[in-house]
């Protein structure tokens, strides 16, 4: 069993930054392709971006594209989610995600989840 625990969201203003991390506990973290996902208050969760278990291959939702950088620290057993130029629109509770084999954009794919940190962007 893989347990997740992510920290560093909080209150920003517009055009501020953020870094996510995402704790994991399992040994075998480097395995794993992680993701980040969000869900704002009455909509549905929604990637973010992932990362390959090498960190190679990144990938990104449109909305976050050339804001959002995603990276790994395996040594660490750790996952980031650097947040620059935050927009209002970008509020949300924000989750990482771990499944094993290769990313996807899918939630429903992903094996083991965290209990979700909050992002709040005021205008």
């Known amino acids: 069993q893989v347990q997740l625990v992510e920290s560093g969201g909080g209150l920003v203003q517009a055009g501020g930054s953020l870094r996510l991390s995402c704790a994991a506990s399992?040994?075998?973290?480097?395995?794993?392709?992680m993701g980040w996902f969000r869900q704002a208050p009455g909509k549905e969760r929604e990637f973010v971006a992932a990362?390959?278990?090498?960190?190679?291959?990144?990938y990104y939702a449109d909305s976050v594209k050339g804001r959002f950088t995603i990276s790994r620290d395996n040594a660490k057993n750790t996952v980031y989610l650097q947040m620059n130029s935050l927009k209002p629109e970008d509020t949300a509770v924000y989750y990482c995600?771990?499944?094993?084999?290769?990313?996807?954009?899918?939630?429903?794919?992903?094996?083991?989840w965290g209990q979700g940190t909050q992002v709040s962007v005021s205008s």
């Open positions: 990362i390959t278990w090498t960190g190679v291959n990144r």
């Open positions: 399992e040994r075998t973290f480097s395995s794993f392709a």
């Open positions: 995600a771990a499944k094993q084999s290769g990313t996807s954009r899918y939630a429903d794919v992903y094996d083991y």
